[in-house]
């Protein structure tokens, strides 16, 4: 079965450095979505994304965060200037048709900012 | 904006029990409602889903039902088996807004 896929699984970072969390969502999707899972708390929607563009994005995700589709297979959660706080799970995920059909995730990057 | 919340947070069965989550939603116009299943360290994987124009929904031991005018839908696990244990989540969203909306997860402990 096809599989969203992420990397690193876990990426430990400087606060105050930029990172970048690097997905590939299943190949026939349209859809892309980040998450973030905070230790213990609920999954956060972030933002999703199509046809190379964002169509939704959450509170969070504010000017330090962008997304980029550098290529037909690659999706990328860049975070700037990194805070303690930016430590959680990211997830990212996709799917066929936008909203009303299953989201596949991936099984997350841990991002720790020291 | 749409606000899921889910209960219990923990819930402790013996094998073979049945197990009940619930979740309520605030926005009437949600219209689809899927259950994600986490492992420790993996992302969730969706387990089934219900869309709004269904009551119930059944996928061998595992049933989702909605009452809409309620506001609320339910996952029912039967006959629950130690490979059941796991964090279960709610979610929902409103069809072509693609945006999910999670409740805080429920870690169930089936005892052998």
């Known amino acids: 079965e096809p599989e969203v896929t992420q990397t690193p699984s876990h990426q430990v970072t400087q606060m105050g450095q930029e990172v970048i969390l690097r997905c590939v969502p299943i190949s026939n999707h349209l859809y892309f979505y980040w998450y973030r899972q905070i230790l213990g708390q609920k999954v956060e929607f972030l933002v999703s994304f199509y046809n190379n563009e964002i169509s939704e994005k959450s509170e969070i995700f504010d000017d330090q965060f962008s997304v980029e589709r550098p290529d037909g297979s690659n999706f990328t959660l860049k975070i700037r200037s990194t805070k303690l706080e930016d430590s959680a799970m990211y997830f990212c995920?996709?799917?066929?048709?936008?909203?009303?059909?299953?989201?596949?995730f991936g099984d997350g990057t841990r991002l720790s900012i020291l | 904006g749409e606000n899921v919340e889910q209960h219990p947070s923990t819930l402790s069965v013996q094998e073979g029990d049945s197990a009940v989550i619930k979740c309520t939603y605030s926005?009437?116009?949600?219209?689809?409602f899927p259950w994600y299943k986490q492992e420790l360290g993996k992302g969730p994987q969706l387990i089934i889903d219900i869309r709004s124009n269904v009551g119930e929904k059944k996928d061998q031991r595992i049933a989702v039902t909605l009452n809409k005018t309620a506001k609320h839908f339910s996952l029912h696990i039967t006959e629950t088996q130690p490979e059941d244990s796991a964090v279960y989540f709610c979610a929902a969203s409103i069809y072509n807004f693609n945006k999910f909306y999670f409740g805080s997860g429920t870690k169930l402990n089936v005892k052998p």
């Open positions: 926005d009437s116009a949600s219209n689809y």
């Open positions: 995920a996709s799917d066929g048709a936008g909203g009303l059909q299953p989201q596949h």
